[in-house]
T-cell receptor, first 110, second 111 residues
Framework: EDQVTQSPEALRLQEGESSSLNCSYT??????LFWYRQDPGKGPEFLFT???AGEEKEKERLKATLTKKESFLHITAPKPEDSATYLC???????????FGAGTRLFVKA | NAGVTQTPKFQVLKTGQSMTLQCAQD?????MYWYRQDPGMGLRLIYY???????DKGEVPNGYNVSRLNKREFSLRLESAAPSQTSVYFC??????????FGPGTRLLVL
């Protein structure tokens, strides 16, 4: 069964304290792995798409990486405005279905 | 460009009542989706429409129906609401099977 697991469930950081969020997946035929940011009371907002192992993408303080079994979202010198829930999702096999992880809630304290 | 819009933002229903959640997108996307999001769980796909005129079941379709009214609009109907359908509902759209663009959500409480 296709599965996406995110860890930790919650992460509390001080401003400037770099860390990583993990997304491990078990799917057949990965077509794409996505990272989204979700603020309280809002819909998810797209961050990155990764297609193959070894691929990396960056945006401001965020960097996403992909291996054959997992993806990491690295946050460098986070700021309070980076506080949000980060969702990982995969598309696999054929068709239009996307499987989402439960998310990691990130809290960054000034 | 409003992106994906959803109405209503919030709704309270009694068990057994029916309602329709509306979704519209102005990005000329072919595919549209309905998800529900519950605490501690990922977004779960209810139904999707790969293109105008087609709809398919997702992971949790029981108790729901959908209509792809035209390319812009995709509605979700609860015929007889149950407390287990208390959730936040998100509509999304995509040009192809890639990045999904989400609406702001509808918060539904069924008493």
């Amino acid at each position: 069964e296709d599965q996406v697991t995110q860890s930790p469930e919650a992460l509390r950081l001080q401003e400037g304290e770099s860390s990583s969020l993990n997304c491990s997946y078990t799917v057949s035929g990965l077509r794409g792995l996505f990272w989204y940011r979700q603020d309280p009371g809002k819909g998810p907002e797209f961050l990155f798409t990764l297609y193959s192992a070894g691929e990396e993408k960056e945006k401001e303080r965020l960097k996403a990486t992909l291996t054959k079994k997992e993806s990491f979202l690295h946050i460098t010198a986070p700021k309070p405005e980076d506080s949000a829930t980060y969702l990982c999702a995969v598309q696999a096999g054929g068709g239009f279905k996307t499987i989402f992880g439960a998310g990691t809630r990130l809290f960054v304290k000034a | 460009n409003a992106g994906v819009t959803q109405t209503p933002k919030f709704q309270v229903l009694k068990t057994g009542q029916s309602m329709t959640l509306q979704c519209a997108q102005d990005m000329n996307h072919n595919s549209m989706y309905w998800y529900r999001q519950d605490p501690g769980m990922g977004l779960r796909l209810i139904y999707y429409s790969a293109s105008e005129g087609t709809t398919d079941k997702g992971e949790v379709p029981n108790g729901y129906n959908v209509s792809r009214l035209n390319k812009r609009e995709f509605s979700l109907r609860l015929e007889s609401a149950a407390p287990s359908q208390t959730s936040v509902y998100f509509c999304a759209s995509t040009a192809r099977e890639e990045t999904q663009y989400f609406g702001p959500g509808t918060r539904l409480l069924v008493l």
